[in-house]
Structures are given as C-alpha cells and as structure tokens.
C-alpha cells in the first residue's frame, strides 16, 4: 500500500470573488427602489457591472497538480495568501474547486480549524460524539475510544459541562484530542500544533510524531520549519497559488528561507542590521567539509569547518593584540543552544589584513536535524567592530549519530552529546 496513491490533485484551481456589491445613495433610492433591490441584485448575478470591475476575483490556486502515495508525510510551506489553507480545506471536501479535481482514497482526518462541529449548547461529552460521528464513526467506535479522548484533553472535570461556558483553550483541548484519537488513512493538519498551552502543545506534537510513525499519510501545513523538518520527508511549496517546488524536505526549507525575499539573500556585507564600529566587517559565512569543499549539505555529527570571510575598512598599521571572534549556534525560536568563542582557545586570531578569512572546525555536528541560525561577532582590543544575527541558516539533515540508528526526540533538546550507559550489578 506504501507506494499506491492517497492523494491525487489534477489542474486544480480555485478562485474567489472579492469585488464589493455597488452602493446606491440614498437619495436615488425611494421605497419602491427598495423594494425591487433584491430582485436587481438576482439579475445581475454573473454579470461584471455586479462586483468592481478592477477586482472582481482572485485565484487563491491555479493549476495545482501531485501525487501523495500512503505513508508519506508532506508538508505544505508559503507565505500567508500562498494558498496553503485553501488547498487542505478542498482535500478536506469543506470546499470544492472551481476548476480540476482532488482524488483522495481513505478515510481523511482533518485538522484544520480545531473546534468546527462543536454545538455551544451541547455539553462536552455530547460533543465528543457529535464531532465523531461527523467524522464518520458509528456508536461503538466511539465508545471503544471515549476514555482515551478524555483523559488526553484533559478536560474530564468539565465534560458534562456545556462548550459555551469553556474558555478557547478548554475547547481546543477538547477538539483536537477527538480528531487525534481517530484512526484515519490521511491526516490533513493545518497549523494546529500550536493549541493550548506548553505542556499540551507538547503532547500535541507527540500524538502527531505517533500517528506519523504508524503509517499514516501526513499533509501538514505549517509556518515553523523545525516542524516541517522534523515531521516531513517532502515538501511541497505554494506562491501565488502555485507550486514552486516540490521535493526533499531540508532542502525545500533551505530555499525557501534563502529565498529572494530573504535579507540572507543579499551579501552579507550589505547587511544594514548589524552592530559594531564596522573598522572589520564579515562579508560571508560558508560551510566547508573535512577537506575544505564547499557543503551541499550538512548532516548530525559530521565535521564541518564555518569559514567567516571579512574586510577590514583600513588596513592595520600594526596587528591588534586582542582579536576574538565567535559564532552562537541558535534553533529556530532563538533559543541558544552553544558557542564556539575563540577566546577560551586562547587562539591566535590577531594577524588582520584588509581581507581575510576566520575558519572554526567542529570535530562533529552535535544538533538533532532541523534548521539553525547562526549568530556572528568581532571584537577587536575589547572593542566590538561587528555583529550579525541570524547571518546563515543552516540546514541539518539526519544521519546516524550514535551508530544505533536512533536520535534523541527534539522533546530532550536539539543538542547530540557522546555518552555511554553502564550497569554494575550488586548482590
């Protein structure tokens, strides 16, 4: 079943009015005008003159064609209007094309706007069938996994209390624990991830890395690439309705964030949001394997060498005494992980010309897959003369760490650490 096709989408194009209906004055309207209004309205349904004739749609989708074979896990990536939501609402048959067709064979799951199907005069209990049985489950499906929904959503003191009287993240909590609990051959998540609070957000990610790794075809739409990377093996990019690249995952993340709207685009020493006194400034960030070539690509534990080009605005009469350059490694929330400071090497950085290069090898890669920021900064004789944040996104792809195949959960922290476990039995 692995390699026949889920999903199929063929010429699939949506389009959307968004004219505006023309305003009469009022002194051109009398109450027999008002009467026959609604009968002009009907009349001019189709016709141009009804909507601004300037705007009167907008393909939200234009000519979308792919396949989706079981068991694989794509994710859906643009910028807000690319198309993204629209194109899960019509897999999920909430509306259809105007032009094409979208093929999907199994049972879908969609969780797209957490909490659609919900009755506010209903209680929670009588909500949990309600929305499972909208799904497609009889009595006793749901019965068989009742217990399991409450305890998940944590929101069993409440369960015969009416939805109207929950708070946003009670019902979120509630929604998405039913719609995880189900057993769907197609998964469709629209940005859904981020329900509730941390501790619920956590076990959010961990039902869905669960539903993923049983077999499930995933279409997951998401402005976090960590999420992207972690959860999907391919990517496919929309803009402006259309499909710009579909392919590897790491690699679709990359381009779309080195894109051309992208400041990383430009040279880094165009860079304008940077600090310092700018005497030395860096002018490239590249990535070099073991043998100084360039890197395509960069795996976990794989020795690369950050080679950090600069110029200096006037040459030195004399080489400074003090030069420390370093490098902050951060995830995609800016959370820090580590930092490489050439001071605690006491190494011998001082020789500065009026263009050169700062090169700092890591023996192994120590992150967990996903995409990196890396911070830079220049301090010459105690003074800082340049500082660049976010001046590469790196691109990690997985690889085997340990020797075993396995890699920590990104639940225990992004960072691979050598270790080693030991038992010693005592009588």
Not at 77 to 94: D, F, H, M, P, V
Not at 175 to 187: G, R
Not at 370 to 381: K, P
């Amino acid at each position: 079943m692995k390699n026949e096709t889920a999903i199929e989408v063929q010429g699939l194009s949506k389009k959307y009015s968004i004219g505006t209906i023309k305003k009469y004055k009022k002194k051109e309207i009398g109450i027999l005008d008002n009467l026959l209004l609604p009968f002009r309205m009907l009349r001019n349904i189709g016709e141009t003159s009804f909507f601004n004739k300037n705007d009167d749609f907008i393909w939200a989708l234009k000519d979308i064609n792919f396949k989706i074979n079981h068991g694989e896990k794509v994710g859906i990536i643009g910028k807000n209007g690319a198309g993204k939501s629209t194109l899960l609402k019509i897999l999920s048959r909430l509306v259809y094309p105007t032009e094409g067709k979208a093929t999907i064979r199994g049972r879908v799951t969609s969780l797209l706007e957490v909490g659609t199907g919900f009755n506010n005069n209903f209680t929670g209990r009588e909500n949990v069938y309600l929305n499972a049985t909208l799904y497609g489950l009889e009595r006793a499906e749901i019965d068989s996994i009742f217990d399991d929904i409450v305890e998940f959503s944590g929101v069993g003191k409440f369960l015969d209390t009416k939805i109207k009287y929950y708070s946003s993240g009670m019902r979120m909590r509630l929604a998405f624990s039913v719609a995880a609990h189900l057993d769907p051959d197609i998964l469709l998540l629209d940005e859904v991830l981020a329900v509730g609070d941390i501790a619920f957000q956590q076990k959010c990610l961990e039902r869905v890395e669960g539903l993923a790794s049983g077999g499930r075809t995933i279409v997951f739409v998401s402005h976090s690439m960590s999420a992207i990377v972690k959860f999907c093996d391919r990517v496919i990019w929309l803009q402006d309705g259309k499909v710009i690249y579909d392919g590897e995952a790491t690699e679709a993340v990359k381009l779309y964030q080195d894109g051309p709207l992208s400041e990383k685009e430009l040279d880094l020493a165009s860079r304008s949001d940077r600090k310092g006194t700018g005497l030395v400034r860096y002018t490239k960030v590249s990535i070099l394997d073991e043998n100084m070539n360039l890197c395509e690509n960069v795996r976990t534990g794989q020795c690369i060498n950050i080679a950090l080009d600069y110029r200096a605005e006037e040459p030195y009469a004399e080489p400074p005494r003090d030069v420390k350059a370093c490098i902050i490694i951060e995830d995609n929330k800016q959370n820090r992980l580590f930092g490489l400071p050439s001071e605690i090497l006491i190494a011998d950085l001082s020789n500065i010309k009026s263009t050169g290069r700062f090169i700092c090898k890591l023996n192994s890669l120590p992150v967990i897959p996903g995409v990196y920021d890396i911070t830079i900064s220049l301090l010459i004789d105690r003074q800082l003369v340049d500082k660049v944040v976010s001046a590469y996104k790196l691109v990690v792809l997985e690889d085997d760490y340990y020797g075993t195949g396995l890699l920590p959960k990104h639940t225990m922290g992004r960072v691979c650490v050598d270790f080693d476990w030991l038992h010693e039995s005592r009588n």
